[in-house]
């Protein structure tokens, strides 16, 4: 399905394609070029002589930014194919039939709805309106966990509210800017309503979002807040006494953000987990296979990038502070697990099980509904007890 662009996207094309050097370092890891094109300057030139593009290409990429930092002319193909993606949705009102987009619909409703969300809650009146934002994959993930994380950030910064909702990446990786737009409204609502300062996520993707959807408030990444804090007592160097070596797997919405990366790897000596950096890490991380809705766009490029993220470490367990990327890393073939299952979960240091179990779409959803259900029974001031009835 062959889809026009506009005179803006035209331009953009012939930008892009000028600087292109035909160099083929982009091409070297991302998960979806070579399937496409010889160099990218071939396939700009493509659609740029055309003046329309297949409607799979844009959305195949992984919007990871992976190109335009070894790039040494800086060309921006994520710019160009969420652009094209963007052009796609408003010049035909929807996404295309032929790009799988219903099962993103019905998360999105879902994640915004009643059901499983609440306001943000647990603000002290005269303090500085700070809220944790936990998001969606880690909720569905591990209510226990996420109230955990809640309960230390009380006890260090009492006060620190709590909002269960979603940040929209989704909808907006789909280049629907309008639906996006939407469902950050009442996101963001909440926030003003409630004078929210500061916004503390957990999210890489919440992270990236809000930074540039919520001007008005600060917000940080809650490995920073922890990494200045100080872990648990309790975990302090516990992982001393686990004999496995954790490559360590950096999701690519942190590409840029140092402090990050820094604060993760704190986190992890404090832990005293032996870790084992990928090859591609930091700012030069690669996809993990999840990136840009790619799962739900071209699945089976998905899992083919999720295979070659995971076997490029010889380590057979991965830790992460995504909890998008543990899936993609179990996909691969590897057993992975959270930063904040160490921090927060005395369970698997007792059962000496480092990795997460599959769950189902059904018990994710019943889990976020739980962790609404813990919000809802806070009261002002209060910690929320790890036996607290579901």
Request: aromatic share 8%; hydrophobic share 30%; glycine share 6%.
């Amino acid at each position: 399905m062959q889809i026009k662009f506009d005179s803006e996207v035209s331009k953009l094309l012939k930008e892009e394609k000028e600087k292109c050097i035909g160099c083929k370092l982009c091409m070297k890891n991302c998960p979806m070029l070579g399937q496409y094109c010889k160099t990218p300057k071939e396939l700009l030139s493509r659609m740029d002589e055309g003046q329309q593009v297949e409607v799979i290409i844009p959305y195949s990429c992984a919007l990871c930014g992976y190109c335009t930092q070894v790039c040494p002319k800086q060309v921006d193909l994520n710019k160009v194919f969420f652009k094209l993606r963007m052009n796609i949705v408003r010049d035909t009102g929807r996404v295309p039939e032929t790009i799988n987009y219903r099962p993103v619909q019905f998360h999105q409703k879902s994640s915004f709805s009643k059901l499983f969300t609440t306001e943000v809650t647990g603000l002290e009146a005269g303090k500085k309106r700070s809220v944790f934002f936990p998001g969606c994959s880690l909720t569905a993930y591990n209510p226990d966990l996420v109230m955990k994380t809640y309960d230390y950030l009380r006890e260090k910064r009492p006060e620190t509210g709590i909002m269960m909702n979603c940040c929209g990446k989704p909808t907006y990786s789909m280049g629907d800017m309008k639906s996006f737009h939407r469902f950050y409204a009442t996101v963001q609502s909440s926030f003003d309503v409630q004078g929210v300062d500061e916004i503390i996520v957990a999210c890489q993707n919440c992270y990236k979002t809000m930074t540039q959807y919520s001007p008005k408030q600060k917000v940080t990444s809650l490995w920073e807040v922890i990494a200045e804090l100080g872990i648990p007592e309790d975990k302090m160097n516990r992982g001393k006494s686990i004999p496995i070596t954790f490559a360590i797997h950096d999701p690519c919405p942190t590409r840029k953000e140092t402090n990050i990366h820094d604060s993760i790897r704190k986190i992890t000596l404090e832990l005293g987990l032996k870790i084992r950096e990928m090859e591609f890490s930091r700012e030069n991380t690669l996809c993990c296979g999840s990136g840009g809705m790619l799962g739900i766009t071209n699945k089976d490029l998905a899992i083919h990038q999720m295979k070659k993220r995971a076997n490029q470490t010889e380590e057979d367990y991965i830790v992460t502070y995504c909890e998008e990327c543990v899936e993609s890393m179990k996909h691969g073939g590897k057993k992975a697990i959270h930063i904040l299952d160490f921090l927060f979960d005395d369970e698997i240091y007792l059962k000496k099980i480092y990795h997460q179990g599959q769950l189902s779409t059904l018990k994710k959803w019943s889990n976020r509904y739980v962790a609404k259900r813990k919000v809802k029974k806070l009261k002002l001031g209060g910690r929320v007890s790890g036996n607290q009835k579901r």
